[in-house]
Each structure stands twice: as structure tokens, then as C-alpha cells.
T-cell receptor, first 113, second 115 residues
Framework: KQEVTQIPAALSVPEGENLVLNCSFTDSAIYNLQWFRQDPGKGLTSLLLIQSSQREQTSGRLNASLDKSSGRSTLYIAASQPGDSATYLCAVSRLYNFNKFYFGSGTKLNVKP | GAGVSQSPSNKVTEKGKDVELRCDPISGHTALYWYRQSLGQGLEFLIYFQGNSAPDKSGLPSDRFSAERTGGSVSTLTIQRTQQEDSAVYLC?????????????FGEGSWLTVV
């Protein structure tokens, strides 16, 4: 069974800091990994998708890396802003059932002005 | 439509009553998912539909839960004889399968409170 863990559960940083969110998974036979953002009372918004053959993806101030062999992914946020405050979730899909996603419980980020 | 649409956005129901939650996926998306998120928790997989294939129901927590997808588009999640532990946000998502990746798009959820 695939288990996804996110550490830390919550993070508070001052505006302008660079930060890293961590995601680990137990089964390295993944199809892809996605990072999502969830604002309070809202659904999830996909930020980045990394296919199993890739090592990283970048979008603006966000960079996500993937190390399948160690079962880890990181989401790097550069020059954080108060508007980045949200819960960030990672999800993996399995190699032989790629439509079933396993989610971590998220990291709640607070960027203080 | 422009995004995944869910209704109702909020539902308060009495314990023991049945509820129906509706999801209208993005047009052309062949895969549809239902997840549940309890307060402060991660997402719990419930069920997914892919085209005309038999749905993967492995995440449904009990036989009080059922879902159907009519005409390969709109889906309804039904919870019978609701219990207080059913209180959660029910999130629907859809995706279009393409080579190499399948970004999923979520609706804003149906917030269910059982009193």
C-alpha cells in the first residue's frame, strides 16, 4: 500500500524567505507526483506535475524535485509572499493504476508580512 | 464547463437522512474521482470512474455509500442513513488521460454536516 507523508505539518515563515516542503512515499513504483495548493474553504489547485521519468519541474517561484529511489519529493518556494499562505498537498499515482492518487495530509504554510 | 462544478456547496442534514452530492466534470474528461476530506485531514480516496470501465470502488467506507456516473459525464455520490462521522468535505475531480501525465482538476467541494 502506498503511504504518503508530509513534513512539517505546519510552517510559519517571514515574507521573503525561501522554503522547502517535504513529501515522502513508501512505494517507489509511481506514475507521477503532483503538488497541490488548497486555500481555506476551497478545492485543490494543481501546481506542478512531475512524471516518474523526470527529476524536477519549475513554475515561476516554485520548483518541485523528485527522487524516486529514496521516495522523496520537495517543493521549493522562492521569495515567499503572504499570498503563498495555504495548505500544500502532494499526491502520487501508482505505476500500474495511475488514476488512483494517494495524498499526504498536507503542510499548512503561513507567510507573515 | 470551465471547471469542475459541485452541488450543493453546503448541506446540513439530520442523522439518518439520505443525501445526494452532484459533480459535473470538465467537458471531455474521461476520469472522475470522489475524495473525502475530514477537518484537518488529508484526502481519502472514495471512488473513481474511467470511461466505460467498471468503477474502482475500493475506497468507499461502507455500503451506505454509492456513486454513479451517467452518460460518462455527471456523477452523483449518495450517502444513505447519514451518520455524524460522515461530516466532511466531499471533493470531486476530473482528468483527461494523455500520454505522460494526467493533471487532475478539483471542484470546490460539497461541505456536508450531519447533525
Amino acid at each position: 500500500k502506498q503511504e504518503v507523508t508530509q513534513i512539517p505539518a505546519a510552517l510559519s515563515v517571514p515574507e521573503g524567505e525561501n522554503l522547502v516542503l517535504n513529501c515522502s512515499f513508501t512505494d517507489s513504483a509511481i506514475y507521477n507526483l503532483q503538488w497541490f495548493r488548497q486555500d481555506p474553504g476551497k478545492g485543490l489547485t494543481s501546481l506542478l506535475l512531475i512524471q516518474s521519468s523526470q527529476r524536477e519541474q519549475t513554475s515561476g517561484r516554485l520548483n518541485a524535485s523528485l527522487d524516486k529511489s529514496s521516495g522523496r519529493s520537495t517543493l521549493y518556494i522562492a521569495a515567499s509572499q503572504p499570498g503563498d499562505s495555504a495548505t500544500y498537498l502532494c499526491a502520487v499515482s501508482r505505476l500500474y493504476n495511475f488514476n488512483k492518487f494517494y495524498f499526504g495530509s498536507g503542510t499548512k504554510l503561513n507567510v507573515k508580512p | 464547463g470551465a471547471g469542475v462544478s459541485q452541488s450543493p456547496s453546503n448541506k446540513v442534514t439530520e442523522k439518518g437522512k439520505d443525501v445526494e452530492l452532484r459533480c459535473d466534470p470538465i467537458s471531455g474528461h474521461t476520469a472522475l474521482y470522489w475524495y473525502r476530506q475530514s477537518l484537518g485531514q488529508g484526502l481519502e480516496f472514495l471512488i473513481y470512474f474511467q470511461g466505460n470501465s467498471a468503477p474502482d470502488k475500493s475506497g468507499l467506507p461502507s455500503d451506505r455509500f454509492s456513486a454513479e456516473r451517467t452518460g460518462g459525464s455527471v456523477s452523483t455520490l449518495t450517502i444513505q442513513r447519514t451518520q455524524q462521522e460522515d461530516s466532511a468535505v466531499y471533493l470531486c475531480a476530473s482528468s483527461f488521460i494523455r500520454g505522460g501525465g494526467n493533471t487532475i482538476y478539483f471542484g470546490e467541494g460539497s461541505w456536508l454536516t450531519v447533525v
